[in-house]
Nanobody, 132 residues
Framework: QLQLVESGGGLVQPGGSLRLSCAASGFSLDYYVIGWFRQAPGKEREGVACISSSGGRTMYADSVKGRFTISRDNAKNTVYLRVNKLEPEDTAVYYC?????????????????????????WGQGTLVTVSS
């Protein structure tokens, strides 16, 4: 059974940082594009970043570019999202999702942040709260 589990969320002050993790079980991430998404209360889900299966290509939403960094360690079967300079507007549940043999979607921001392209697995999310 394909499963993704996010961790690393929490309460952080504005300007602070967190590292979110997305760990896979039941399958190897080697052939999967991983995307990070978030959903704030009362808002639609938003794609924030994605990374190709090898980690060689990344793409970001404009709203997080320069503040968030996505990376992966396939040996640990884990993808990370480093979130810096957090703002109250970043408060949301953060999800990761997997798309198999889908490196092409990392060439386009529109495809990268389109949740409908991630068909294989979604995690349950980790809550990030940015507040003083």
């Amino acid at each position: 059974q394909l499963q993704l589990v996010e961790s690393g969320g929490g309460l952080v002050q504005p300007g602070g940082s967190l590292r979110l993790s997305c760990a896979a079980s039941g399958f190897s991430l080697d052939y999967y594009v991983i995307g990070w998404f978030r959903q704030a209360p009362g808002k639609e889900r938003e794609g924030v970043a994605c990374i190709s299966s090898s980690g060689g290509r990344t793409m970001y939403a404009d709203s997080v570019k320069g503040r968030f960094t996505i990376s992966r360690d396939n040996a640990k079967n884990t993808v990370y999202l480093r979130v810096n300079k957090l703002e109250p507007e970043d408060t949301a549940v953060y999800y990761c999702a997997a798309a198999m043999y889908a490196d092409g979607i990392t060439t386009s921001q529109a495809m990268c942040v389109d949740g409908n392209r991630y068909l294989e697995a979604w995690g349950q999310g980790t809550l990030v709260t940015v507040s003083s």
